[in-house]
């Protein structure tokens, strides 16, 4: 079969990252990304685990080389491993360079062992604290033991972890040392992540738990010499080295407009919904085209029109105090 072209924005940015969020559910409840009573999608909403084969393999056949699946909670969607084995065979032909996760860890210990085998080589969990307490206040429903286990057992499959970390005012300010020295000790890397101003501030002001990662590196650097590292990912995350301990943090800081030029991923949503960036309300429904025809030159065709409207970058600014650019839509919707 001959080989399509590349998908190329308007802005000659060559997409090659495609993250899926495959389920909106979560068995956790983060106090800055979903509200405590959560109404889901009903179940026909959702593309079938075969549709997902479907979708993520047009992307890749496309020339996404990356491939990330979020959620909600991407290991509460039921036979998710079905769909995990299914995308082993990208990574066999050499098609697929990478297959991820990101996931709040709770079935880690369950999952581990599969998704190894499955080719996933790499994690990201997300931890915002290390006091027991503390965590079942932010994410409502979530128990630390289970997710430390669940690190344990990650590690224990050979997978690679990184932590990410969200810095929250107030909340985990004086763990900054101890969640890093954690991660140093077990051989992990650590990205703290800016809040972000998605779902509903009504309930939860979310200017009032912004910890810039500015002030959070000044802090870092009192105790430590930071050297700025030249590696990025295409993504908001820049990484510093810690000289005196050799390892790698990443600060994700969408708030400043410094990344969206080099900006190589779409977000798919579980029902479908193409967002050509996190930080605008555009989209695109690759659903209809999906299920309009087994061919899949329609769904091509739609891949293509939605890549030819990726916006230039995001409008997300607290710079005067208010939050600018706020989205309505949960971080659970997109996967973050
Ligand atoms: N459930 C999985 C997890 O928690 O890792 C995957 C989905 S979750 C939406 C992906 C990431 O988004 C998590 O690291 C989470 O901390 C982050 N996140 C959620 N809401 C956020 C917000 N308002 N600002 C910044 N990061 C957020
Ligand atoms: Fe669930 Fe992840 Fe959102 Fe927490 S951040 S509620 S674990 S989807």
Redesign the pocket.
């Known amino acids: 079969m001959e080989t399509p072209a590349p998908l190329i924005d308007p802005f000659a940015r060559a997409i090659d990252y495609l993250r899926v ?1 495959v389920t909106d559910r ?1 068995d ?1 409840r ?1 106090v ?2 979903m509200s405590e009573n959560m109404t889901f999608l009903p179940k026909k909403e959702l593309l079938t685990l075969e549709e997902l084969d479907r979708m993520c393999s047009t992307f890749i056949r496309l020339g996404v080389k990356k491939l990330r699946i ?5 290991l509460v969607r039921k036979g998710i491993m079905t769909f995990f084995e299914s995308m082993t065979r990208h990574l066999d032909s050499g098609a697929l360079r990478e297959l991820t996760l ?4 709770s079935q880690l210990a369950r999952f581990a062992d599969q998704l190894y085998a499955a080719g996933v080589r790499r994690v ?3 931890l ?1 604290t290390l006091d027991e307490k503390k965590f079942a206040d932010i994410t409502r429903w979530g128990r630390l033991p289970q997710v430390l286990n669940g690190i344990d057992a990650a590690q224990k499959a050979g997978l690679r972890v990184k932590i ?1 970390a ?1 810095a929250l005012k107030g909340f985990n300010e004086e763990e900054l040392f101890t969640i890093q020295d954690w991660c140093a000790s077990r051989d992990m890397d650590l990205t703290w ?7 509903d501030l009504g309930n939860e002001d ?1 200017l009032d738990q912004y910890w810039s990662l500015k002030d959070l590196r000044a802090r870092l650097a009192e105790r430590y010499t930071l050297t700025d590292l030249a590696e990025r990912s295409g993504g908001p995350a820049r990484y510093v080295k810690v000289e005196e301990t050799g390892q790698k943090i990443g600060f994700i800081t ?1 708030l400043t407009h410094n990344f969206c030029e080099s900006c190589n991923r779409v977000r798919l949503t579980c029902t479908g919904e193409l967002y050509m960036c996190l930080g605008q309300e555009d989209m695109a429904d690759l659903r209809a085209p999906l299920r309009a025809s087994p061919d899949n030159a329609v769904l091509e065709e739609a891949i293509r029109a939605a890549i030819a409207q990726k916006p230039k970058g995001h409008d997300f600014d607290y710079s005067r105090q208010t939050v600018d650019g706020q989205m309505t839509r ?3 919707h997109t ?2």
Not at 102 to 105: D, I, K, L, P, Q
Not at 193 to 199: K, L, Q, R, S, T
């Open positions: 969020s979560c956790f983060c800055y990304c979020t959620g909600g909670e991407p990101t996931t709040n860890g990201n969990i997300s915002d990410n969200v992540i800016e809040v972000m101003p998605m779902g979310r969408p949960h971080m659970s996967g973050g």
